[in-house]
């Protein structure tokens, strides 16, 4: 009697066990074992013993079909990915038309002191050049010059003494003022005109930091709308122009074969079994299943 009960049950233990200690022998030892000077065979572990192996295809696997350039355009390109960043854009906008704090105070948020006063007199010190550098060229003292005996030869020429003939006293006299206002107009932009715009961009700056973020949104309202689609187009051509260079400087089959190589056995063994912790509990029960399948069928014969 007890044969019909004892052959299943010594199978499915001999395939409950059998699998389960497969399963530990893919990870276990994490280094190979020795007696006496020899090496004892199945050691280390399947996964220990190819790991270089093993880090090296998933690495080419994930960035060749999960992390290569059509899957991670699609992705970043997607109408969901654009609705949530059109999202979290309005959301960021409408948080700071209630946002009482100066530009310099919530730029204080992402930056310190020292990157704060570094980016103003960079952004300062670029505007100065730009527009001093213009004013210091000849010809803007040659137009101006210009402009300003055109204006008064105008009127002249409208006025009471104009129309007396005064103008045509003064019209011979027009080009040698009009040079030598030229020369003293450039004189006095190439001597002041650097520390003149110094002081009104220095004055400007402090007074756009001053502004409150509810201000500059309620004050920009019109130009948000562009701005957003600037951030878009921006966006997207990081994504399809330069996403392939992106990707190859990454390089992400080498850092992920690094990666795994850095790790240390134990650490994989319990990433992995926690993963696949329902599957492997299924393999070993499967196991113990078949065996006892196959302990009926013995009876059975």
Known sequence: MYHYFVGPLVGAAIGFFTNYIAIRMLF??????YLMGFHIPFTPGIIPKEKSRIASSIGKAVSENLMNREVLEKSLLSEEMLTKMNAAIDEFVATQSQNDETIEQ??????NEEDIDAMRHDVTSGIVKMITGKLQDSRMGDNIAHMATEHALEKTRNSLAGRLGADLLIQPLAQPIEKLMAKHINE????NSQQMIQNLV?????????MTMSQVVTSHSEQLEKVKNSIFNAYRVIITEHLPRILQDIDISAIIEQRINEMDMAEAEAIILD????ELRAIVWLGGLLGGIMGILSVLA
């Open 106 to 111: 919530f730029a204080r948020h992402y930056l």
């Open 275 to 278: 993963v696949m912790k329902k």
């Open 202 to 210: 220095n004055e400007e700056s402090g007074h756009l930091m001053g």
């Open 28 to 33: 276990r030892p994490h280094q190979p074992k």
């Open 188 to 191: 006095i932009l190439q001597n």
